[in-house]
């Protein structure tokens, strides 16, 4: 699924597990949130609208922190705005994603 689509839609999906290709990176706040972005732009540049809270522990040498990945997760939507909104539970498969001209 479109991780811009979860992003656009969030009522509709809440408790659904998805299966979503987005960037994994910080959350450009002080408590080190890793969050799955649309693009490498939006990571690189902490752009949080484009984003959704990851709800899982990472290291700072984690080799996915700035990749494209494939996320398996639960969405939960707590209504609102901001970081804490949306987000991703009980992640059962987190993979490095190379796009198909990459194989």
């Not at 408790?15 to 990176?25: A, D, E, K, S, Y």
């Not at 949130?33 to 490498?40: F, G």
């Not at 996320?71 to 987000?87: P, Q």
């Amino acid at each position: 699924m479109s991780l811009i689509r979860v992003i656009a839609n969030p009522e509709k999906l809440d408790g659904q597990r998805l299966r979503v290709i987005g960037v994994l990176g910080y959350g450009g706040g002080t408590d080190n949130a890793v969050c799955l972005y649309v693009s490498e732009t939006d990571a690189r540049n902490a752009v949080m609208p484009n984003c959704i809270y990851v709800d899982q522990s990472f290291y700072k040498g984690d080799k996915r922190l700035g990749k494209y990945i494939i996320l398996n997760a639960t969405f939960r939507y707590t209504g609102g705005h901001g970081l804490d909104s949306l987000s991703f539970h009980d992640v059962t498969d987190m993979k490095l994603w190379s796009s198909p001209a990459e194989r």
